[in-house]
């Protein structure tokens, strides 16, 4: 089963404007990871968090993790019309092995 | 540099054909490999995953089976498709060893058409 669920499925936005997508899980996390995937290409890995911090950063992303709600945030500011795709927060177990995604975000920015 | 390979980008089968998906990694040793299925406009559901040649780990039951012969080589075979089994799928790896905090990489994926 998954073990992320994203909020919203879908969000569509004007250039310039800030993007913030949320994820949820069920169980206990070594780190979140969040991932893009151009339409039918590969994922692509752009930021992880560890169980033990709050926030990140690099660049225009921004990531919370609140993991006594087993929730985290990516915030995307100043979005690009380039931004457009599908974002994923993924969750990698305890135990280290398995990395598990959720259903994603469908992110378009018009220009 | 590491990098992974994934072939065909797209295939289309008939029902009840064999199937054979295979992912080579080049650039490291040891990689923990997955195999993920995505439906369209779904999130990614893992199907397996290897720590180790000969070692194959199934998360759900599938008209599907993943071998290792390789330490660098992952298939996802399948002796008899159906119509269900259409899909992107998309092998992936990760540095093995035993350390967490670490990104899958992934390949371009093949989308699978079976008719």
């Known amino acids: 089963s998954q073990q992320g669920e994203e909020d919203p499925q879908a969000l569509s936005i004007q250039e310039g404007e800030n993007a913030t997508m949320n994820c949820s899980y069920k169980?206990?996390?070594?780190?979140l990871q969040w991932y893009r995937q151009n339409s039918g290409r590969g994922l692509v890995h752009l930021i992880l968090?560890?169980?033990?911090?709050r926030e990140k950063h690099s660049g225009r992303l921004r990531v919370t993790l609140d993991t006594s709600k087993k929730s985290s945030s990516l915030l995307i500011t100043a979005s690009r019309a380039a931004d457009t795709a599908s974002y994923f927060c993924?969750?990698?177990?305890?135990?280290?092995?398995?990395?598990?995604f959720g259903a994603g975000t469908r992110l378009f920015v018009k220009a | 540099s590491q990098t992974i390979h994934q072939w065909p980008a797209t295939l289309v089968q008939p029902v009840g054909s064999p199937l054979s998906l295979e992912c080579t990694v080049e650039?490291?040793?040891?990689?923990?490999l997955y195999w993920y299925r995505q439906a369209a406009g779904r999130g990614l559901q893992l199907l397996f995953y290897?720590?180790?040649?000969?070692?194959i780990s199934s998360e759900v039951p599938q008209n599907l089976s993943a071998s290792r012969p390789q330490d660098r080589q992952f298939i996802l075979s399948s002796k008899k498709l159906l119509l269900s089994d259409s899909g992107f799928y998309l092998c992936?790896?990760?540095?093995?060893?035993?350390?967490?905090?670490?990104?899958?990489?992934f390949g371009q994926g093949t989308r699978l058409t079976v008719v």
């Open positions: 169980t206990s996390i070594n780190n």
């Open positions: 968090i560890r169980s033990n911090e």
């Open positions: 650039g490291t040793s040891n990689p923990n």
């Open positions: 992936a790896w990760k540095l093995g060893g035993g350390n967490m905090n670490t990104e899958a990489f």
């Open positions: 993924a969750t990698v177990n305890t135990g280290g092995f398995k990395t598990i």
């Open positions: 290897s720590v180790g040649i000969g070692q």
